[in-house]
């Protein structure tokens, strides 16, 4: 059943937000969205985004930059075409990860048309260093010169294994033995032997899964496999109901296992749409998961953030909901959270609507748990809450972990000397042990903030007639 988490003192203070999406002079006019970021063994942090600026014709093209602690931040690199232009159509949603080796791959969604046909693909390409970029290629068709797949393939995630093995999931509308239904689909590079076939995952031993299979999320950790996506397939195996939710299933001993549902139990209480999953394994293995959630609760009628964990030697726990306490302050949805674990630490960020010392836009707000510490204080990302500036939108936040630190990237279309187009912003945190200077549960920091505003304004108002008289101490009764 759902249960509600602890705050601790456990707190991240964030540094202010930077555009790394354009620089001065502004090049950058296009609007630059949905970021996702990796970080090397060496601590260089990679960046990729879809962008509509016109530069390699007027399609929307993937973007690369990276950040080392002695250049700091490169200048931009179109990755998925070049100067033939061979790529004319929408390349979008992309996702990146690095190996030990310092190779970079990235996957995203195309609509150009090729050998493959006139439907939408995967394409992936790879950085070497000392070799630069390869040419990208279609890893969602084309196995065996076939081209078999011949519908919408969208929403890639991409892992490494401890081999350096490239694994790729996504949702795909493409029609076989499954059915017609939309199906989440793998597909496997191995080191020296190339790319495997596609294959269905989210089908279920006898077929089972009949309903709309998307927005996977792929985490892998000693060689198994975790992925992770929301469902709408009705029933027992679908959550016992009508709404979607969250299926898991893993690769382990040579097989897939059956898909389960997560984001729901026996008792069905989750009746709600669960939308949106995002996963992460710990350094023992433990899987960690996090969605948004339609279900109505304590905490009212708005999106929530909910958690469950399999943590090693464990089954699946009890689902949380980890962006709201008691007194329900958390008004707004809540949507698209991300995960990151980090030695023992785990780090969630997310887009939310509830209306604050911010403003109304939306926001990035994030939290942090340890097992010592458990869930922190709630704490803004993308904006300050004693001097509030960012008064856009904020959207769909993707982090990264690494020595201790928390990076988070997300989509801003806040104006500022980059002008009014969205741009991708870039902040850090470093975590600590205390209680952050801009936490929010409740607004009690502002509620603070306030009495300290009063009593300053006070002694200043003191302290200018002190200088007209001083003599004035004398005079108050």
């Not at 081209?147 to 076989?176: E, M």
């Not at 302050?329 to 969630?348: F, H, K, M, R």
């Not at 869930?375 to 004693?386: A, K």
Request: net charge negative; proline share 4%.
């Amino acid at each position: 059943m759902l249960s509600v988490t602890n705050m601790s003192s456990l707190a991240a203070s964030w540094v202010p937000a930077t555009v790394i999406s354009d620089n001065i002079p502004v090049w950058n006019d296009g609007d630059s969205s949905f970021s996702s970021m990796t970080i090397g063994d060496d601590g260089t942090i990679h960046v990729v985004w879809h962008d509509d600026t016109d530069i390699l014709g007027t399609d929307i093209e993937i973007f690369y930059k990276k950040y080392t602690e002695s250049t700091g931040w490169s200048a931009f690199e179109i990755i998925s075409d070049d100067i033939t232009r061979w790529n004319d159509a929408t390349s979008y949603l992309p996702k990146i990860a690095v190996g030990s080796n310092g190779q970079v791959h990235v996957v995203w969604t195309d609509y150009t048309n090729g050998l493959w046909g006139t439907d939408i693909e995967i394409i992936y390409t790879k950085y070497t260093p000392g070799v630069g970029w390869s040419i990208p290629i279609v890893i969602s068709d084309g196995y065996g010169g076939t081209y078999w797949n011949n519908d919408t393939s969208q929403s890639p995630d991409i892992a490494l294994d401890g081999a350096g093995n490239v694994h790729v999931v996504w949702d795909d509308f493409t029609n076989g033995w499954w059915g017609v239904d939309q199906e989440i689909m793998y597909a496997k590079y191995t080191v020296g032997s190339g790319w495997s076939n596609a294959t269905v995952i989210s089908n279920g031993i006898g077929g089972w899964n009949n309903g709309t299979s998307s927005k996977a999320s792929i985490a892998i950790y000693n060689d198994i496999i975790h992925v992770v996506w929301q469902d709408n397939t009705m029933g027992i195996c679908g959550g016992g109901g009508t709404d979607p939710e969250i299926m898991y299933a893993c690769y382990t001993a040579g097989s897939w296992s059956n898909p389960t549902v997560i984001s729901d139990s026996g008792v069905w209480w989750n009746d709600g749409s669960s939308f949106n999953p995002s996963s992460a394994v710990d350094k023992n293995g433990g899987v960690h998961v996090v969605w948004e959630d339609y279900t109505d609760g304590w905490w009212g009628t708005d999106t929530e953030i909910m958690y469950v964990n399999k943590l090693a030697g464990a089954g699946w726990s009890a689902a949380i909901i980890i962006l709201d306490n008691i007194t329900a302050w958390n008004t707004g949805n809540s949507q698209s959270p991300d995960i990151a674990v980090n030695e023992e630490t785990i780090t969630l960020v997310w887009f939310d609507y509830t209306d604050g010392p911010w403003g109304t836009d939306t926001e990035i707000l994030s939290t942090i748990y340890s097992p010592t510490d458990d869930w922190s204080e709630i704490t803004v990302v993308s904006d300050s809450l004693l001097h509030p500036w960012n008064g856009g939108t904020s959207t769909y936040p993707n982090i990264a972990m690494h020595s201790g630190k928390a990076h988070v990237v997300w989509a801003d279309n806040t104006i500022g000397w980059w002008v009014s187009d969205v741009e991708v912003f870039y902040s850090e945190a470093t975590i600590f042990s205390e209680s952050p200077t801009e936490s929010i549960p409740g607004f009690d920091l502002l509620l603070i903030s306030v009495a300290l505003a009063g009593i300053v304004i006070v002694f200043l108002g003191f302290l200018r007639q002190f200088k007209k008289n001083p003599f004035f101490v004398l005079n108050v009764k």
